[in-house]
T-cell receptor, first 111, second 111 residues
């Protein structure tokens, strides 16, 4: 089946640690996105990538980093510089300016 | 950037009732989507509707781009319709679809 997978489903991080969230798609989409969702809020864009080896900052990129070495993969690293990382993280992909498809999300909690 | 306002923020219905959710946006857009986020966090695309009217079963949507609003209609609501409904609007920025999400309408349908 074609789709987007995210792992892990739940992630716990200690203060000062970097953690990496995985996002993989087999939809052959060029564009991929990372969003953060806080309780009762909408989605805020962290980073997006239109093509392999290229990515752009979104509205809340500080404390996060990404890479796009393969078309299928767009991992997100939450660094120790992110002061309030506890949130629900969603990855999406799209072809051109058309419909976005979302993965199931990763819930990150800082201990 | 584009401002997106959704109303009402919360909605409680009895099973079988009809409802209308509204999305207002502040600028011209090339793309508009409606999503349903289920209680487990998964976002499902309901409609890609930058203009015009579409219907899918008990759901339908209308976008009047010239007046900068979109409406999502839910008829004969069911408990499985519960969740949060998001409107996302955007335009092509360098060829990529960069949507701005509203804060959502939280819907609870009671049996």
């Amino acid at each position: 089946d074609g789709g987007i997978t995210q792992s892990p489903k739940y992630l716990f991080r200690k203060e000062g640690q970097n953690v990496t969230l995985s996002c993989e798609q087999n939809l052959n989409h060029d564009a991929m996105y990372w969003y953060r969702q806080d309780p009762g809020q909408g989605l805020r864009l962290i980073y997006y990538s239109q093509i392999v080896n290229d990515f752009q900052k979104g509205d809340i990129a500080e404390g996060y980093s990404v890479s796009r070495e393969k078309k299928e993969s767009f991992p997100l690293t939450v660094t120790s510089a992110q002061k309030n990382p506890t949130a629900f993280y969603l990855c999406a992909s799209s072809v051109g300016t058309d419909t976005q498809y979302f993965g199931p999300g990763t819930r990150l909690t800082v201990l | 950037g584009i401002q997106v306002e959704q109303s009402p923020p919360d909605l409680i219905l009895q099973e079988g009732a009809n409802s209308t959710l509204r999305c207002n946006f502040s600028d011209s857009v090339n793309n508009l989507q409606w999503f349903h986020q289920n209680p487990w966090g998964q976002l499902i695309n309901l409609f890609y509707i930058p203009s015009g009217t579409k219907q899918n079963g008990r759901l339908s949507a209308t976008t009047v781009a010239t007046e900068r609003y979109s409406l999502l209609y839910i008829s004969s609501s069911q408990t499985t319709d519960s969740g949060v409904y998001f409107c996302a609007v955007g335009g092509a920025s360098g060829g990529s679809y960069i949507p701005t999400f509203g804060r959502g309408t939280s819907l609870i349908v009671h049996p």
